[in-house]
Structures are given as structure tokens and as C-alpha cells.
């Protein structure tokens, strides 16, 4: 394949920041190529990303290569020259070269970055257009765990648990299979392995699914593979790079899952059951990257709740990063440990203590306000709080509280950043909120309005995603099978009105509307171990706080 020296110069810069890069001889190795949904710089951010390339290339039988969604100007020098996307390690075609393209995907708003990456590959976009000629197309990650119907049409396989689960069983089958439809029915006896093709969905006059039904006698529900081994981690192999949020950093995941159940994170509910890593697992793969860097991200959804968290950051000569503490007592302890200074986060999520309780976040307000000041004094120099509004029962009243404690947190120390990252609600699948609409846009902006009219200093500066992409990623998390014209109308540049209409989609009819306790959701065919009954009766016990 002829690439221009525009498209090499970028690879080999890309490359250039990289260590543990795997090249291997291709022959007689199954290839795959593993695809991010986004650019280098975000991708190579992603510790699932990293460790699924290490537990690929772990095989011997098996060349794992990897390719991103490239920059703008990389992208119209791809249509200029005719080039299809290529492979970063060798160079090589993904379309004619490689047997299996891997999607990880962890963020719904990446949804159309997959079809433009097809669309560069020159793959039709609908497996039904696809045949054996074509590399099978694969996607994994946790978007996957919680409803891959929006983009069931377009994979062959999907991955419905975690990798380390997965990998080997899938590339066993893959390498004995004869043809897809042998693959297919193989697969589909082992936990984990969803092909969207063997199933049909009905809908009702009104909207909502009738029912799924299945062919070839595939299972009616897709069990969740879970990794075993509760050192489910050994990344050593993992690949560094320096053009990424974690430069020169290894990443290392301390737990997986939650031990706390707010009502509006799927964290907690679907990795259970939760995986606390060994200290001595950690040490031993600290010890193996010593001398490729001494720079360490420690990576935890609480690592508060890390019960070995002091004994680890005492470690020598190591330079740790930590990314968010629970704002309570445990955490004061670790903030004398930290040497990285730069940031720390703490999520209060809701202002007052009425909303804390709506959504089971079990901080108060003087535990938010005690942690702050105690991240700010140590010299940590931004306090990042993350606030989430349009949550359910929420009023503008909650909003104005939610001021009065960032204003209390300034009042604390003078020292350091605040920057309150603010996101809107939006449902997601397996939590008691999924039934729950997301907020009128009109709300959403007033009340942003009141956070940003009451927070004008200097060193409190509000972020928050534009609301557009909010609605977008509620649309992804919640849609169905009948949401991928809409993906597709995105990748082709078109905003989300626009893509609606086309397709024909009223977009309120996802995103609006308060879910029938007894409606089928399009992601109910997976079994996680939630039991809908009980996150229907945490939903109703949050919904009855409002009138406590
Ligand atoms: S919001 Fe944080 S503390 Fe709560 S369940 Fe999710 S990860 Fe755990």
C-alpha cells in the first residue's frame, strides 16, 4: 500500500513516544487489529484499551496491531490520497490485511467516531452487508456491559464482560471455526459472546420493544463473562506512551467495581462482583516496569475504599497519581502521601444533603467541606469537584445550595484551584434511575445559569459538557436498535436534530420519558447479576425522599 509522507510522518511521531510498542512477525498468526474510537491522545489515555492490546499480544498465535480515529487534517489526507486506515505497527490495511477488527469502546458519545473509522476503513457499515470476505468485526468494552443494541447492527461479535474473560476463548473458537456461522453458534455457548445477528426485535404500536426473539437457537439472555482471578490484572506488558493525558505513566488498576451504590452510576452495579487487587500483585508489576518509569496513575472509581492504599503510596521511589478521593474521613490520611501535586478530585455530585440522599451518596456536607480544605492545604493545586445536576426531585433550590457549598469550600483555604466540573444527569442502564428522564433543556440551562451568575471569582472556574452532548449520550445509553440510522446520519456530520428527523426518530421518545415500571429495555437480555425488582425498589425509595 502506498502511504503519502503526510500519513507516514504522523505514524512515526505517534510511535516515536512510545515504549513497549509490540511489533511481531505476522506470519501464521491470527491479526487483529485494535481499534479506539477516538484519537491517539484519548485512546492511549484508556487503561482498558492498554490491557486489552497486552492480553492479545500475550498469545503467541496472535499479532495484535492498533488504530485510532486520526486528527482532521489526517482524515482528509486519507480521502485525498484514497488511503484506507492503517494499522499503526505495521503499516498495513486494516480492510485487507487484518482477520478481526476490535472496537473497545467505553464512551456512548464515541458511537459515531466508529462508523467514520469504517467509513476510512472502506468496511459497509451494516454486518448485514458484510460476508466472509471481510475481516469480523468485534467490539468490546463497557459500553457493551450495559446496552450494545444502539450498535448491534453493525458488530458481528460483541464482548459482554470483561476481556480478560474473553480474549482466549474467543481466539480458540476463532482459530477452529471454519466459517462465521460455525463461529457463531461455537461462541454463543459460552458466557460473554453476544452476535447481534441471531436476534429480532418487535416493537408496539407505541414504541416501547413487544418482544426479542432468536434465531438458530441462540440463548435468550447473554451472561456476563467475569474474570475469576482477583488479580485480574498483569498489564506488565502494557505499552507507555508519552502523547497521552498519562504521559510516561504506568497505570495500574487497584480495584474494579464499587463499593458504593449511587443510584446514578453504573460503576457500581456492573462490575460486580467488586475486585480488590493484592498488594503484592502490584508491587511485583511496579517492579517489573522499574527502570521504563518511576511514574505510577493508580486507578480506582474510589481509592479511598482501597483497603492497602497507605502501604502502596508509601512505596519508594515512586512518583504516584492518584485521580479522585471520597470525601470523607479515610481520605485525610492519604492526601500526606501524595507527592504528585497537581490535581485531586472529590465528588460531591449534589448540593444539598436532600438531592446526596435522593441518589444514595452517602457524604455529607461538612465531610465535602473538611476533605476540601484538607486537599487545598496539603498543596494540592486544583481541587477538582464534580457535580452532576438534572437529577431526579431536583430543584433549583438544590442548585443554590450547591453554590453555598463551593462558596464554603473557598471560604476553607485560600490556597489552590477550585474547578467544579459539572455533568448532566443521564440515565444509564442496570441503576434504579433507569427508568428516569433526563431533564427539559430549558432546566438544564437555567440552572447552569445559576451556578455560573453565583460563582464569579477568580479562583472558582465552572466546566460543564455542552447540553447537546449530554442528550446525545442519554439517546446512546438508553436507545435501541433502532438509534443506529441516527448514529450513522452523526458520522456523516449531521447534529443530532437533523439525524433524528431524517431518520424519522423522535428523539423525546428515549430521552423524555419516564419508562413503564414493567417495560422491556433494550438492554434486559443481559444477565449481570442486577435484579430489575430491587433497582425498581431503590428507585421508588429515591423518588419517596422528595417528600421526607
Ligand atoms: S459514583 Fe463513585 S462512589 Fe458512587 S457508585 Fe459510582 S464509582 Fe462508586
Redesign the pocket.
Known amino acids: 500500500m502506498n502511504i503519502s509522507k503526510k500519513l507516514n510522518h504522523k505514524v512515526t511521531m505517534l510511535l516515536s513516544g512510545e515504549k513497549g510498542t509490540v511489533c511481531k512477525d505476522h506470519g501464521g498468526k491470527l491479526r487483529i487489529c485494535l481499534v479506539y474510537p477516538n484519537t491517539y491522545h484519548i485512546g492511549m489515555s484508556n487503561l482498558g484499551f492498554r490491557i486489552v492490546y497486552s492480553l492479545f499480544n500475550k498469545r503467541d498465535d496472535v499479532v495484535c496491531e492498533r488504530a485510532f480515529l486520526p486528527d482532521n487534517d489526517v482524515i482528509d489526507e486519507h480521502i485525498r490520497t484514497g488511503t484506507p486506515l492503517f494499522s499503526l505497527e505495521s503499516r498495513r490495511s486494516l480492510i485487507s490485511f487484518f482477520d478481526v477488527i476490535a472496537f473497545s469502546i467505553s464512551f456512548e458519545n464515541d458511537y459515531p467516531n466508529v462508523l467514520k473509522i469504517l467509513d476510512l476503513i472502506k468496511l459497509p457499515f451494516y454486518s448485514s452487508e458484510r460476508d466472509e470476505r471481510h475481516p469480523l468485526l468485534i467490539m468490546g468494552g463497557p459500553c457493551t456491559f450495559m446496552n450494545p443494541e444502539p450498535l448491534a447492527d453493525f458488530f458481528d461479535v460483541i464482548f459482554v464482560g470483561e476481556a480478560e474473560a474473553l480474549t482466549d476463548k474467543f481466539i480458540d473458537t476463532f482459530n477452529k471455526s471454519s466459517d462465521r456461522m460455525f463461529l457463531y453458534q461455537e461462541l454463543v455457548d459460552f458466557a460473554g459472546f453476544y452476535v447481534p445477528s441471531l436476534y429480532e426485535t418487535e416493537y408496539n404500536s407505541l414504541g416501547s420493544i413487544k418482544r426479542r426473539s432468536t434465531l438458530l437457537s441462540a440463548p435468550e439472555k447473554i451472561k456476563k463473562a467475569v474474570t475469576a482471578n482477583s488479580d485480574f490484572i498483569d498489564a506488565a506488558g502494557q505499552l507507555i506512551g508519552e502523547k497521552t493525558e498519562f504521559s510516561n505513566m504506568h497505570l495500574i488498576e487497584a480495584m474494579r467495581g464499587?463499593i458504593?451504590?449511587?443510584r446514578f452510576?453504573a460503576?457500581?452495579r456492573i462490575y460486580n462482583p467488586v475486585k480488590t487487587r493484592s498488594l503484592e500483585s502490584i508491587v511485583k508489576e511496579i517492579s517489573l516496569r522499574q527502570g521504563i518509569t518511576s511514574k505510577v496513575g493508580v486507578i480506582s472509581?474510589?481509592l479511598t475504599d482501597y483497603p492497602h492504599v497507605k502501604e502502596l503510596l508509601c512505596l519508594e521511589n515512586i512518583e504516584f497519581s492518584i485521580t479522585s478521593l471520597?470525601a470523607d474521613k479515610k481520605s485525610s490520611d492519604i492526601l500526606s502521601l501524595i507527592k504528585n501535586k497537581n490535581s485531586v478530585s472529590i465528588?460531591p455530585?449534589a448540593g444539598s444533603e436532600r438531592l446526596r440522599k435522593v441518589i444514595n451518596?452517602k457524604i455529607t456536607s461538612s465531610d465535602i467541606i473538611e476533605t476540601s480544605r484538607r486537599i487545598l492545604e496539603s498543596g494540592i493545586r486544583t481541587l477538582r469537584l464534580y457535580f452532576i445536576i438534572g437529577l431526579p426531585t431536583e430543584t433549583d433550590d438544590d442548585i443554590e445550595e450547591a453554590v453555598i457549598l463551593i462558596n464554603k469550600i473557598r471560604e476553607t483555604s485560600p490556597k489552590g484551584n477550585i474547578v467544579a466540573s459539572v455533568s448532566t444527569f443521564v440515565p444509564k442502564p442496570f441503576t434504579p434511575f433507569q427508568w428516569h428522564p433526563m431533564a427539559e433543556r430549558d432546566t438544564i440551562k437555567r440552572r447552569l445559569k445559576i451556578l455560573r451568575d453565583n460563582l464569579k471569582t477568580k479562583s472558582i472556574k465552572i466546566f460543564h459538557e455542552a447540553p447537546k452532548h449530554s442528550y446525545m449520550q442519554g439517546l446512546f445509553s438508553i436507545g435501541d436498535r433502532r438509534i443506529s440510522k441516527i448514529i450513522e446520519y452523526i458520522s456523516k456530520d449531521m447534529d443530532l436534530q437533523g439525524a433524528c428527523r431524517l431518520a424519522g426518530i423522535d428523539p423525546e421518545f428515549y430521552i423524555s420519558r419516564k419508562r413503564l415500571s414493567h417495560e422491556i429495555m433494550p438492554w434486559d437480555f443481559i444477565d449481570n447479576s442486577t435484579d430489575k425488582v430491587s433497582l425498581l425498589k431503590e428507585y421508588r425509595k429515591a423518588l419517596s425522599v422528595r417528600s421526607e
Open positions: 464499587c458504593w451504590k449511587c452510576c460503576v457500581g472509581p474510589s471520597r465528588a455530585e451518596k
